[in-house]
């Protein structure tokens, strides 16, 4: 990506120790980074350290380099500005156009995207007052993120926690590589979105499994968030993935695991995202022990399998017996590879035929591709017959792309 001009704001409260990490990460990934924190962010976090991170000098008033007319130049000329932590304070302050500091005065001049990344009490973020800012500040163009749910301040847990580092600075590079902005429009809708490989026990050791590291999902069901929807992901193996901020996790294991949190969810859900690599087959008879290897004269164990139900078509017909009546779109995913027979594209158009979903997002597998990288591309398959090409990304701005087609799909009426 080419190097950008990024501001990135710290308010006052004790997540400002994690915006160090976001400082790193966006500098790591080759971006210019400057940092405007209030003057309450540097009783957590000294002005020192987001200067080495940075390179760049650290003011938190509008009278240093008076000359430059930092309060003004900062924000024309910045390419993102980000500000986590978001404290309530500071969202109050932005919604009614205050410029009482830099990092106030910088987002009134900021004509680039603007992400705040919240962070505060519950009771803070429950608040009506926070709401409304929130409300005002998204109407404007800005993106604030949903906090995660977790460990505050003291023994207190619950929504307003400061997501990830990794999510911030994902979500930053993500509003630079789009063309437009990241809209909220998705408020409202449910989303079920599934992740991840499946593992099916041969014993209490081994498994069969496959090399879906969950990262497309967790990328579709982070953006789906982001843009309003309210979304539940059911995640099979998934590396340790973080789990995505205001989303609703369930960890499964099994094929039969996985169906099972379909089946339960997809009742209320308006889309169903099927991103997981789910086992075709399973072994008939998992052992209770461990299979031991034995002597050579007894010979090879021989392991019998039997197949899995078909999720996502198992999705798809529930729907057309009126057994989802809130569905409105069905997106598959496929990992193919040529053969003989056929490409990648005339296997997944025979799959899509075949599995009756609306949308199916094809990726061609193979060594460093698909599978357990951060980068992506494939096509975008429509039940009408349209195809698009998924141009080589990062896995978040091809699920951004994903997004944008769901959108727009439900927009249309489609479902």
Not at 76 to 103: F, I, N, S, W
Not at 301 to 308: A, F, G, H
């Amino acid at each position: 990506m080419e190097r950008k001009r990024i501001i990135v704001g710290v308010a006052g409260g004790i997540a400002a120790y994690k915006a160090a990490s976001v400082v790193r990460q966006l500098t790591e990934a080759g971006h210019s980074v400057r940092v405007v924190p209030t003057e309450s962010a540097l009783r957590f976090v000294g002005a020192a350290t987001f200067e080495a991170l940075s390179g760049h000098p650290v003011h938190t008033g509008v009278f240093e380099d008076v000359h430059e007319v930092p309060h003004v130049r900062i924000g024309q000329t910045a390419d993102l500005v980000v500000v986590a932590p978001a404290t309530a304070d500071l969202l109050a302050r932005a919604a009614v156009g205050r410029a009482d500091d830099l990092l106030t005065a910088t987002l009134l001049t900021a004509r680039c995207p603007v992400l705040y990344a919240p962070a505060m009490h519950t009771e803070m973020w429950l608040h009506p007052a926070t709401s409304e800012n929130v409300a005002t500040l998204r109407k404007r163009g800005a993106i604030v993120m949903e906090p995660a749910s977790g460990r505050l301040t003291g023994a207190d847990t619950g929504p307003g926690r400061l997501p990830e580092a990794e999510e911030i600075s994902t979500l930053a590079q993500l509003l630079l590589a789009r063309a437009d902005a990241l809209p909220y429009d998705l408020a409202g809708v449910k989303v079920l979105v599934t992740a991840g490989g499946t593992r099916e026990p041969i014993d209490p050791v081994r498994f069969i499994g496959n090399r879906s590291s969950g990262k497309q999902g967790y990328a579709v069901a982070r953006v789906m968030a982001q843009r309003g929807a309210d979304v539940t992901l059911i995640a099979g193996n998934t590396a340790g993935l973080v789990d995505p901020a205001g989303v609703h996790v369930a960890h499964v294991g099994s094929a039969a695991q996985l169906r099972d949190a379909v089946s339960k969810h997809a009742p209320d859900a308006n889309v169903l995202v099927m991103a997981a690599a789910v086992a075709d087959f399973r072994p008939a008879n998992p052992a209770t022990n461990k299979i031991k290897k034995g002597p050579t004269e007894e010979g090879d164990p021989t392991i019998e399998l039997i197949r899995n139900d078909d999720v996502l078509a198992g999705a798809v017909r529930a729907r057309t017996d009126g057994q989802l009546p809130n569905m409105q779109a069905i997106v598959g995913f496929a990992a193919e590879t040529g053969d003989a027979n056929g490409d990648v594209l005339f296997h997944a158009r025979a799959k899509l035929k075949r599995k009756g979903c609306d949308l199916l997002v094809v990726n061609a597998v193979g060594e460093n591709r698909a599978f357990e990288v951060d980068h992506n591309d494939g096509w975008l398959l429509s039940a009408d017959g349209t195809e698009t090409a998924l141009e080589h990304g990062s896995k978040t701005v091809i699920a951004s792309r994903i997004v944008d087609a769901i959108a727009a799909f439900l927009h249309s009426g489609g479902g």
